[in-house]
Structures are given as C-alpha cells and as structure tokens.
C-alpha cells in the first residue's frame, strides 16, 4: 500500500487536491501501523487512555470493599468492567479505560470483546 501510495503522490503532485488525499491516507495507513494492530479488529478501540476520575474512584473502593467483606482483598488493584473493556484498553468500576499491559499479553491474547470470539459464543457448539 505504501508503494502504491508513494507512486499516486508522485504522478499527482501539480494536482493539490490529490496531493493532500494522497498525503491523508499516509497518514491514516500510518496510525494503524504505528498504534496498534488491534485496531484493525476493534475500530472502537480508544486511542489513548480516558480516565474520567482519580485512580481509584469511587466505585473501584467500594466495590473492593464489598468484595473484601466477602474474600480477603489485598491483592485486588480494581475491578475490571468486561462487557465495557475493548481490545488492548480495560475498564474500570468507574469507566477510566487504560490500556492494559499485562492481562492481554498472557491470557486474552486476541483482546477483550473480539469480534469473532464474541460470535463464536453464539454457536450451538458454544453452548
């Protein structure tokens, strides 16, 4: 694509306005390659992390407190909202969504909410 791009460009170059649709697909083709291969399978995949409150908020510390009346809670960080978290980014009680660094590297290797992981739950075989 790169190839082809570069040979538009130049055969375009006295037409402005092809020179800059040419110039923003470089640039779309770039964020895909540069940020994350993911987002090919999740177009709804933040960009960056959104924290909508301080680290933890208020219904991370109650939630782990609720959980601690119940089990011992010294190792829970925060509760993770799964039908929420996407791709390579989780979610939090609060809806901040960071991008995770260690859970999706060892055991949701395709990221959270895959698409075709998400379908295949719904075949008789699944179920």
């Known amino acids: 694509m790169q190839k082809f791009l570069l040979t538009q460009l130049k055969h ?3 037409s402005k ?3 800059f649709n040419a110039t923003s697909a470089m640039g779309t083709m770039a964020r895909y390659q540069t940020f994350s291969a993911a987002a090919m399978r999740f177009p709804n995949e933040p960009d960056r992390p ?3 409150t301080a680290f933890p908020g208020p219904a991370t510390l109650a939630n782990i407190e609720a959980y601690g009346e119940i089990s011992c809670n010294k190792q829970t960080h925060f509760p993770v909202d799964m039908q929420k978290s996407i791709g390579n ?3 939090d009680a609060d809806g901040n969504q960071f991008l995770d660094v260690f859970t999706s590297i060892a ?3 395709m990221g959270y909410n895959h ?3 998400l379908e295949a ?3 008789d075989l699944m179920k």
Do not use: D, W
């Open 12 to 14: 375009n170059v006295a």
């Open 17 to 19: 306005q092809r020179f």
């Open 50 to 52: 959104n924290m909508k």
């Open 89 to 91: 980014y989780v979610t």
């Open 107 to 109: 055991c949701i290797g």
């Open 115 to 117: 698409p075709n992981l």
């Open 121 to 123: 739950t719904k075949t």
